[in-house]
């Protein structure tokens, strides 16, 4: 028995987020079922971040363990075979038999949330930003961004469907770029992240930019805990799980003869 790790690139547009689901199409189950055609195993993946419906993923993680003697980085080339277009496995290596995706110590992750600003949508970039024509002050914009960084419960920044009861994460950094006038770029990098948070976070910024709250309510609005004082969910489509980065002792031993 070993355990496989896959990094997945993904259009999630047609997908009901990554968790597997009854009925409907999802991230986890096509690559569960590409792997199960490839091999002849019953396989269910683990995964490092449960994107939602809607939301792309340009490096996500996952893993699982085979009986199969096919060696681990011959998956990435064998899986693409038995996986639509919008999906695509780029890596793939073997990892220790309990090493988990979302169980290591020191892991960041980093989403984008790409906003489009033209007057009239682009239906080349429709699909992964959202939209918005106006006045945005972005200097504001920043300002509350780096309000919103450090260690807090950031109830006030998940949805209220959100089931966990421990809400203190830690955002280590979100950064506003405006590459050109057309088009705003945030980046949230944490140690993980709470249902919509993400969303939650770039829609309260959105309405710092168009003067409806300012930066120094940022600290009030975590501590109130309290949902309806953030700004609005932006829409999914805007957002995409960017990066994960494990430790580099990690990467290091993961990497090694010996893990093999």
Known sequence: MKRVRLWVSYDGTEYSGWQIQPGVPTIEGKLDEAIQ???GENIHVIGASRTDAGVHGLCNVAVFDTEHPMPADRYAFALNSFLPDDIVVFESDEVAPDWHPRHVDGT????EY???RTRHENPLTNRYSAHYYGPLD??????AATLLCGTHDY???CAAATVVTDRVRTVYDITVETPNDDTMIFRVTGNGFLYNMVRIIVGTLLSVGRGELTPEQMPDI????DRTKAGP????KGLTLYKIEYPAEVQAFLSSPASS
């Open 114 to 116: 790409r906003i489009t």
């Open 222 to 225: 975590l501590a109130a805990c």
């Open 155 to 157: 109830t006030s920044f």
């Open 37 to 39: 055609n490839l091999i």
């Open 108 to 111: 960041r992750k980093t989403y």
């Open 233 to 236: 969910t932006a829409p999914a």
């Open 138 to 143: 972005v200097e504001q914009v920043r300002r």
